[in-house]
């Protein structure tokens, strides 16, 4: 038995579930924090959409099915949460999610958990041109390495299609950084 399968079968069982719901916390919060926070940009959304997601894992545990592995699993629901956020916060200011992100993006420079340098900013800046699929594969590839299987689990679609909207991505963001 894996040590991801003895994991799961501790998350499942009753009496080894919090202390197997703590392990698994300590594994991938750090991981899908980054994760979502380069999809929502502010911490304070990502902390939320993060408990979101450890909430929705815990109570729906026991409809893993194994069909994928246990991470893809989780970042899966983390995009969803973080894309649920967006969402969530464009239509509280009655804007669209892509306008939402735009200004967050704007105010990046002013977010005082925000530490990158000018180009940092500029690649952050390019990235939200990008339509959403494009940014997650960008994302996950660039900064996350994720290999195309396994970002195929999780965004549940084709590697070739994958690969077409990353080297689409690289395209726009080269475009984008060269100014023109």
Do not use: C
Request: hydrophobic residues 35%.
């Amino acid at each position: 038995m894996t040590n991801e399968n003895l994991l799961i079968q501790r998350l499942t069982d009753a009496t080894t579930r919090d202390s197997a719901f703590r392990e698994l916390m300590t594994m991938y919060k750090e991981r899908l924090y980054w994760h979502i926070r380069k999809i929502v940009i502010k911490h304070d959304d990502a902390d939320d959409a993060l408990q979101n997601t450890f909430i929705k894992v815990f109570k729906s545990i026991h409809n893993f099915k194994g069909d994928s592995k246990l991470y893809s699993w989780l970042y899966r629901i983390a995009t969803n949460e973080a894309i649920n956020q967006l969402n969530k916060n464009a239509k509280f200011l009655q804007i669209t999610s892509e306008e939402y992100q735009q200004t967050t993006i704007n105010n990046l420079k002013a977010d005082s958990y925000f530490d990158g340098d000018e180009i940092q900013l500029k690649l952050q800046k390019a990235i939200a041109t990008l339509p959403q699929k494009q940014q997650l594969v960008f994302n996950m590839k660039y900064f996350d390495d994720i290999k195309y299987k396994e970002m195929s689990e999780i965004l549940e679609t084709s590697e070739g299609a994958l690969k077409a909207s990353y080297h689409i991505a690289v395209k726009k963001i080269e475009s984008i950084l060269k100014g023109h």
